[in-house]
């Protein structure tokens, strides 16, 4: 073959490799949106031959109509409140020029919580439920893959309390608390706190779990060179033992908060805690002409926050595991 021939060759064998790359660049691209395209147009469709107690069942269009009006009414909301906030200064700008020495009061806007508020409690309570049950979890799991007689001896609470569902779980949990947690001048709500440990008590376990296994099943290469290396227990821990687990335990971790977010909203309903799920629920029991549609935008958001925040974790998981290969998608 000829060195032109070669050339020729080459940049062919070139320009099919781009064009098979352009080719899986525009199907990653064009699949998902075909397919989300063909879920709104069944959605729409569907949703014309369903009449409820409460009128059609929302389609896109209703959706995003109310969509708009949670939005615009979040930013009255917020409105107000500055109103109020400015009004409350000028007052005590004008009784401290009277009286030097009159201390201001300052009182927190109480208007209703928006959407959007109500979207921030959910997220700040399952993320305190969250890392109460990592900083349980995660030890306890390592001690579990450490120890042959501690996973025997732990392991069948596991299995006992893994399955129970977070309804069973609210009812003792708002008693303990209501009995616990007393205080004239409370920092957080009782309705925050439980449903904050409920959270807890049902993403525990998938962390605790992959936990124990990821550390049970570290590579003996690596047990053994720590023998010989004669690492202390807690450089064998931190050198040995976490890195080689890691990405089990963030399997563990993604699972977890993927259940704490979904355990929330059922919390929050029953607890009353000012969230996601106290928003459907208040909608539901309102019964308007709008309630469904609103109740719609809850459920997308709701879908769409779980997906960003197992997201979160993907990305915390490449940032912190040394093995790339081993961080599923």
Known sequence: MSKSASIVTFIGSKESSMGKTLLSHLQALLLPVIGLLLFLAVWNGVAKTIDTSLGQFPGPAQVWEQTLTLVSEHSAQRE???????????????????????EPKIREFTGAPTFFDQIWTSLYTVMIGFLIASLIAVPVGIVCGLSKSAYTAINPLIQLFKPVSPLAWLPLVTMVVSALYVSDDPMFSKSFVTSAFTVSLCCLWPTLINTAVGVSNID????????????KPLTHLSKIVLPASIPMIFTGLR????????????????????????FVWDEFQN??????????????????????????MLMLQRMVSWDKNSVLR
């Open 287 to 312: 019964g308007s002409s709008d309630s469904l549609a609103r109740i719609m935008v809850a459920v997308l958001t709701i879908g769409a926050i779980g997906f960003v925040l197992d997201r979160i």
């Open 220 to 231: 003996k290469d690596l047990v053994n060179v720590s023998r010989v290396l004669r690492l």
């Open 80 to 102: 107000k409140a500055d109103a109020f906030y400015a009004r409350q200064e000028e007052r005590n700008a004008a009784r401290v020029a009277k009286d030097p020495t009159y």
């Open 255 to 278: 699972l977890s908060l993927g259940i704490g977010w979904m355990v929330l909203i059922a919390a929050e309903m029953l607890a009353q805690n000012p969230g996601l799920g106290k």
